[in-house]
């Protein structure tokens, strides 16, 4: 500076131009907003818009309801003028401001909103304790009359009811105070009164405490996920349906996670075939249409398979008894004690044929082949001694006849 103001050459030339540089809009210059420019004209002036007579438009850009006849024919209802919006040239930190045009004083309308709502609510309140003190009162004067035992016994049977009608009124209050006033700046629904929860409870043990052993499954802190099961090797055949965490593999392997799976699957496999489909764009489509392919896919093996076995046979082989039947025992480990009873593991059924048993046909009391006659050598039921498979039960009368029947064996073989 001191070079120029002696005349001597300097490098002002390098510097910014006050003429080049470009003119930023300042702080609090923003666009005019629902406001006019002073009052409406009285009649109607020369270039001014045919319909509602302000100078700042013409006809066809005119905002106004079309009349029937405009105002430079009737002269009345002239417009006020609109105030023509300033050329804000807004810099780098001015374009990205959310604040940018901003008026301070909306905000003192929010806080008088929660200020009408907290007078509410203590007036609420005041209401409340003036309730219950005047019953309380009333109460104390009916029990002076009363006795001293029943005033005792009155007083708290009614300290207790009007507890409790106080604590229902108040609840009435307010879900009526709730439902009446929307509450400006919450998300707080009357008939869903329900919080998320974003963290875990904390007596909720740590996915990392389950298995502290230095070959333990990895947790990763930052998302909190361990994807192997820390029981796996601790518990003797453990179930991941009954354990307390089974790891996020046993999650995203099981439920709908698969069937979302398969179903993306079938999508591309569709897709590659000429078919276009979807899982996000048409879900619904999607599933319509593994649906009908199950049921066809399911149709056409059963139909191969009848097929087969009507042209080589062996149906027969099909309809095998379970293993249990065919070798009589199982992998089941079952522990007894001394004296007979099952100490760990569970009871072996007994073994069943294939055949009906326990069944009690013609009022029998026994089922067949429960009783054999060594003179006949037959098989027959116990409950009446009879030796015919469909005969009707008679009872005890069938046992009194043994003396008829051997001497009947005796002449069949006489003759």
Same mark, same amino acid.
């Given at each position: 500076?001191?070079?120029?103001?002696?005349?001597?050459?300097?490098?002002?030339?390098?510097?910014?131009?006050?003429?080049?540089?470009?003119?930023?809009?300042?702080? !609090?210059?923003?666009?005019?907003? !629902?406001?006019?420019?002073?009052?409406?004209?009285?009649?109607?002036?020369?270039?001014?818009?045919?319909?509602?007579?302000?100078?700042?438009?013409?006809?066809?850009?005119?905002?106004?309801?079309?009349?029937?006849?405009?105002?430079?024919?009737?002269?009345?209802?002239?417009?006020?003028?609109?105030?023509?919006?300033?050329?804000?040239?807004?810099?780098?930190?001015?374009?990205?401001?959310?604040?940018?045009?901003?008026?301070?004083?909306?905000?003192?309308? &929010?806080?008088?909103?929660?200020?009408?709502?907290?007078?509410?609510?203590?007036? &609420?309140?005041?209401?409340?304790?003036?309730?219950?003190?005047?019953?309380?009162?009333?109460?104390?004067?009916?029990?002076?009359?009363?006795?001293?035992?029943?005033?005792?016994?009155?007083?708290?049977?009614?300290?207790?009811?009007?507890?409790?009608?106080?604590?229902?009124?108040?609840?009435?209050?307010?879900?009526?105070?709730?439902?009446?006033?929307?509450?400006? !700046?919450?998300?707080?629904?009357?008939?869903?009164?329900?919080?998320?929860?974003?963290?875990?409870?904390?007596?909720?043990?740590?996915?990392?405490?389950?298995?502290?052993?230095?070959?333990?499954?990895?947790?990763?802190?930052?998302?909190?996920?361990?994807?192997?099961?820390?029981?796996?090797?601790?518990?003797?055949?453990?179930?991941?349906?009954?354990?307390?965490?089974?790891?996020?593999?046993?999650?995203?392997?099981?439920?709908?996670?698969?069937?979302?799976?398969?179903?993306?699957?079938?999508?591309?496999?569709?897709?590659?075939?000429?078919?276009?489909?979807?899982?996000?764009?048409?879900?619904?489509?999607?599933?319509?249409?593994?649906?009908?392919?199950?049921?066809?896919?399911?149709?056409?093996?059963?139909?191969?398979?009848?097929?087969?076995?009507?042209?080589?046979?062996?149906?027969?082989?099909?309809?095998?008894?379970?293993?249990?039947?065919?070798?009589?025992?199982?992998?089941?480990?079952?522990?007894?004690?001394?004296?007979?009873?099952?100490?760990?593991?569970?009871?072996?059924?007994?073994?069943?044929?294939?055949?009906?048993?326990?069944?009690?046909?013609?009022?029998?009391?026994?089922?067949?082949?429960?009783?054999?006659?060594?003179?006949?050598?037959?098989?027959?039921?116990?409950?009446?001694?009879?030796?015919?498979?469909?005969?009707?039960?008679?009872?005890?009368?069938?046992?009194?006849?043994?003396?008829?029947?051997?001497?009947?064996?005796?002449?069949?073989?006489?003759?």
């Amino acid at each position: 500076r001191s070079e120029e103001r002696l005349g001597r050459p300097s490098l002002k030339h390098q510097r910014p131009q006050p003429v080049k540089e470009k003119s930023i809009a300042e702080i !609090g210059q923003w666009f005019y907003r !629902g406001q006019k420019a002073g009052p409406a004209a009285t009649k109607f002036r020369k270039g001014a818009c045919e319909n509602c007579g302000a100078m700042t438009h013409k006809k066809k850009d005119c905002m106004e309801r079309p009349r029937k006849l405009g105002a430079k024919f009737t002269g009345q209802q002239i417009m006020e003028d609109e105030i023509l919006q300033p050329d804000i040239d807004l810099g780098f930190d001015g374009k990205r401001d959310r604040w940018n045009g901003y008026d301070p004083q909306e905000h003192q309308k &929010i806080v008088e909103e929660y200020g009408k709502i907290e007078e509410a609510k203590k007036q &609420i309140k005041e209401k409340n304790l003036d309730a219950e003190f005047s019953d309380s009162k009333n109460a104390k004067e009916k029990g002076e009359e009363k006795g001293e035992e029943e005033e005792e016994e009155e007083v708290a049977v009614g300290a207790k009811t009007k507890g409790e009608e106080s604590d229902s009124d108040s609840d009435e209050d307010d879900d009526k105070y709730g439902n009446e006033i929307d509450m400006p !700046g919450t998300k707080f629904d009357t008939k869903q009164r329900m919080t998320v929860r974003n963290l875990r409870i904390r007596e909720d043990t740590a996915k990392y405490l389950f298995n502290l052993a230095p070959n333990a499954p990895y947790y990763d802190p930052k998302t909190r996920s361990m994807r192997e099961n820390p029981f796996e090797g601790r518990v003797p055949d453990p179930d991941p349906t009954k354990l307390k965490y089974a790891g996020d593999n046993f999650v995203r392997h099981t439920g709908d996670t698969v069937k979302m799976a398969q179903a993306q699957v079938f999508a591309w496999e569709a897709t590659d075939k000429g078919t276009n489909v979807h899982l996000q764009a048409e879900p619904t489509k999607l599933q319509l249409l593994h649906r009908s392919y199950e049921d066809k896919k399911d149709v056409f093996r059963s139909d191969l398979q009848e097929s087969i076995l009507a042209k080589y046979g062996g149906e027969e082989h099909l309809d095998v008894p379970p293993k249990e039947l065919i070798l009589a025992q199982s992998e089941n480990y079952v522990e007894y004690s001394q004296s007979g009873d099952v100490v760990k593991g569970q009871e072996k059924a007994v073994t069943k044929s294939k055949y009906d048993e326990d069944v009690l046909i013609n009022n029998h009391t026994e089922i067949w082949a429960s009783y054999f006659d060594l003179n006949e050598m037959k098989w027959g039921f116990a409950c009446c001694h009879s030796m015919v498979k469909n005969s009707y039960c008679v009872g005890a009368d069938g046992t009194s006849v043994p003396s008829v029947r051997k001497r009947m064996g005796r002449a069949k073989r006489c003759k």
